[in-house]
């Protein structure tokens, strides 16, 4: 059996898990239900703690969010989107077509890529990450349009246009620039707004 192995920051080989392993390894109980991680490209990365600043940043989000998502979306905090046989992200805000709960309910990581409208993450200590790893892995899955807001000076850089492993246009909007979403015609936000 060949095993597949990703590469560290250090240069040596790791092995990589597939969702499938990770999904068995959750039934086993080698990982906990309760455990928050993600698997980008096969290697399995600890998620860490939120901060107060993130958390009033994202609800503040799902709440203008659901106000403007119609009867077709849904919104949701921190769902698992399964992007490969080796990917699994949870993005701090997703907008997902609501057909995704159609499917068998017991199913693991339903979301995939084709049922992403605009994915969100909000980032406090892990900017770099997210608009580098995480837009490349985004972009390289054709998600559609992905945000990364900077929480500490709640600048948003706004990627559009999926394009290998990249975006075709990333724009930055500033606190008291008003974000919007093509697909969200009702939805409209500042964010030096949020309280």
């Given at each position: 059996m060949t095993v597949a192995v990703t590469r560290g920051a250090e240069g040596f080989p790791r092995r990589a898990f597939t969702v499938d392993e990770v999904r068995r390894m959750i039934e086993v109980g080698l990982i906990g239900e309760d455990e928050k991680f993600e698997l980008?490209?096969?290697e399995i990365v600890p998620m860490q703690a939120k901060s107060i600043a993130h958390e009033r940043i994202k609800h503040a989000l799902v709440m203008a969010l659901a106000r403007a998502a119609g009867p077709e979306l849904w919104v949701a905090g921190a769902t698992t989107v399964q992007l490969g046989e080796t990917t699994l992200v949870e993005p701090d805000?997703?907008?997902l077509a609501?057909?995704?709960y159609d499917a068998d309910p017991q199913s693991f990581a339903r979301p995939g890529a084709d049922d992403?409208?605009?994915?969100i993450?909000?980032?406090v200590?892990?900017?770099?990450?997210?608009?580098k790893v995480k837009a490349r892995l985004y972009a390289r899955h054709g998600i559609r349009e992905?945000?990364?807001i900077d929480g500490e000076t709640l600048t948003t850089f706004v990627h559009t246009g999926p394009a290998g492993d990249g975006f075709g246009s990333i724009v930055a909007r500033g606190?008291?620039?008003t974000l919007t979403c093509d697909a969200l015609p009702g939805f409209a936000v500042r964010l030096d707004a949020i309280g």
């Amino acid at each position: 059996m060949t095993v597949a192995v990703t590469r560290g920051a250090e240069g040596f080989p790791r092995r990589a898990f597939t969702v499938d392993e990770v999904r068995r390894m959750i039934e086993v109980g080698l990982i906990g239900e309760d455990e928050k991680f993600e698997l980008v490209e096969g290697e399995i990365v600890p998620m860490q703690a939120k901060s107060i600043a993130h958390e009033r940043i994202k609800h503040a989000l799902v709440m203008a969010l659901a106000r403007a998502a119609g009867p077709e979306l849904w919104v949701a905090g921190a769902t698992t989107v399964q992007l490969g046989e080796t990917t699994l992200v949870e993005p701090d805000l997703a907008v997902l077509a609501r057909t995704v709960y159609d499917a068998d309910p017991q199913s693991f990581a339903r979301p995939g890529a084709d049922d992403v409208v605009l994915l969100i993450e909000v980032a406090v200590s892990r900017l770099a990450y997210d608009r580098k790893v995480k837009a490349r892995l985004y972009a390289r899955h054709g998600i559609r349009e992905f945000w990364v807001i900077d929480g500490e000076t709640l600048t948003t850089f706004v990627h559009t246009g999926p394009a290998g492993d990249g975006f075709g246009s990333i724009v930055a909007r500033g606190p008291d620039e008003t974000l919007t979403c093509d697909a969200l015609p009702g939805f409209a936000v500042r964010l030096d707004a949020i309280g």
